[in-house]
């Protein structure tokens, strides 16, 4: 699918992951709508050129639902991406008690609610699209889970089951997305060098990318980013999570 002249949605798009994908799909020619909180955007200042900034929220219906209209209005809407998400802490059972229910429902409505929220409203509005060739292809959608959705450490247990959820959706929503000639993918990151690993000590940083087989280092968001562009470019890539980790299978704790 070629993504020059279409237009594009990416949620997260204030920072990390976002950002970069919300860059480099401009770079590519796309007409780029940037969706975050609005203090996202404050934090964050000019967005990327060429990337037109939206104030809201994931879980809100109309908030999306405005983004998306956005993006159509200024080009056919072929692509979303999902990279909005929050991480929580906190054990099953703890010598605190037993993990805070509304923290844990706060990381299943953003990561999972959330990004379905956006994926059945982008959906709505790439099937209303005219097909881009003579096998019906309209679209792709890429969403986000994270090696934790296999591998979740201990504390991990809000976020692990968020991303769990976005790693099952993948194929029954690819399934129920054929008949539109959408495609829908999921990256699953291992340990990226995004703002929210900024604040980590530089001895344990040098300790996580010791666990990474190779290459051994963090991984970049422009590396992200370059995964989103190939996945628009192969139209045989379907109903797939792909780990993007250096190979890390990560320990307990």
Same mark, same amino acid.
């Not at 109309?62 to 209209?69: E, R, Y």
């Given at each position: ?23 480099? $799909? ?32 994931? +879980?809100?219906? /109309? ?15 072929? &692509? ?7 991480g929580t802490a ?10 805070? &229910? ?6 299943i409505s953003v990561? $999972? ?21 003579? =096998? ?15 591998? @979740?450490?201990?504390? =991990? ?19 129920? $997305? ?7 993918? +999921?990256? /699953?990151? @291992?340990? &990226? ?50 780990? &993007? ?9």
């Amino acid at each position: 699918m070629q993504i020059n002249g279409c237009s594009a949605v990416v949620t997260g798009a204030a920072s990390g992951l976002g950002a970069a994908t919300a860059a480099a $799909l401009s770079d590519a020619g796309a007409q780029v709508v940037g969706f975050d909180l609005a203090t996202g955007w404050e934090r964050a200042g000019a967005p990327p050129t060429g990337v037109t900034p939206v104030g809201g929220d994931v +879980t809100s219906a /109309a908030d999306v639902g405005a983004a998306l209209g956005i993006a159509s209005g200024l080009a056919p809407l072929r &692509l979303a991406v999902n990279c909005a998400g929050i991480g929580t802490a906190g054990r099953v059972l703890s010598r605190k008690g037993p993990h805070d &229910l509304d923290a844990f429902t706060r990381t299943i409505s953003v990561n $999972l609610v959330g990004t379905f929220n956006v994926l059945r409203l982008a959906a709505e509005a790439i099937a209303a699209t005219e097909p881009v060739d003579d =096998q019906g292809q309209r679209g792709v959608i890429v969403n986000t889970a994270s090696i934790a959705a296999f591998d @979740g450490q201990i504390g =991990q247990i809000a976020y692990s089951a968020s991303k769990g959820g976005v790693v099952g959706m993948t194929l029954p929503a690819a399934r129920d $997305l054929a008949q539109f000639g959408i495609r829908v993918m +999921t990256i /699953a990151p @291992g340990i &990226l060098d995004t703002p929210m690993m900024a604040g980590v000590a530089e001895e344990f940083r040098v300790a996580l990318a010791a666990n990474i087989p190779f290459p051994q280092r963090f991984g970049r968001p422009e590396e992200y980013a370059g995964l989103v562009l190939s996945i628009a470019a192969q139209d045989y890539l379907n109903g797939e999570v792909i780990r &993007l980790d250096g190979s890390l299978r990560m320990p307990p704790r």
